[in-house]
């Protein structure tokens, strides 16, 4: 016996699907019969993603940059002072690739804490 005879002998009014409830009384102005009705989901895709970057001065000391990246971008110290002299050599890095909204919180702490503490470290976000 293959599937669809089985169906026709478990199913012998062909109904496509089984419901109960309010759908199933013919005076409901939402009734939809056997047809299961389910809600389509919208498509959400990805949000874009927005490139962090370090920019150089000859004034902020090394240290502090890579207790920056440390702190803000969760690196580990081998990874912060990578960065730092990528900073340092090409003249900017990048330090993380986040949703706008994140990218740019970042860029403006890390810019307020440099503030704070009295340094001219600055931070730019571009489109990945």
């Excluded at 959400?44 to 970057?53: A, C, F």
Aim: overall charge negative.
């Amino acid at each position: 016996m293959n599937l669809q005879q089985w169906w026709q002998r478990e199913n012998p009014e062909g109904r496509v699907g089984i419901s109960a409830g309010p759908a199933d009384n013919p005076a409901d102005p939402d009734r939809h019969g056997d047809l299961a009705i389910e809600e389509a989901r919208p498509k959400l895709k990805p949000p874009s993603m927005y490139k962090v970057l370090m920019i150089n001065d000859d004034y902020t000391p090394m240290d502090f940059v890579v207790e920056v990246l440390e702190d803000f971008f969760s690196m580990n110290r081998e990874q912060a002072t990578r960065v730092m002299l990528t900073v340092h050599t090409e003249g900017k890095a990048v330090c993380g690739l986040y949703p706008q909204d994140i990218a740019e919180t970042k860029a403006t702490q890390v810019v307020e804490y440099a503030r704070e503490n009295q340094h001219p470290l600055m931070c730019q976000v571009e489109k990945a």
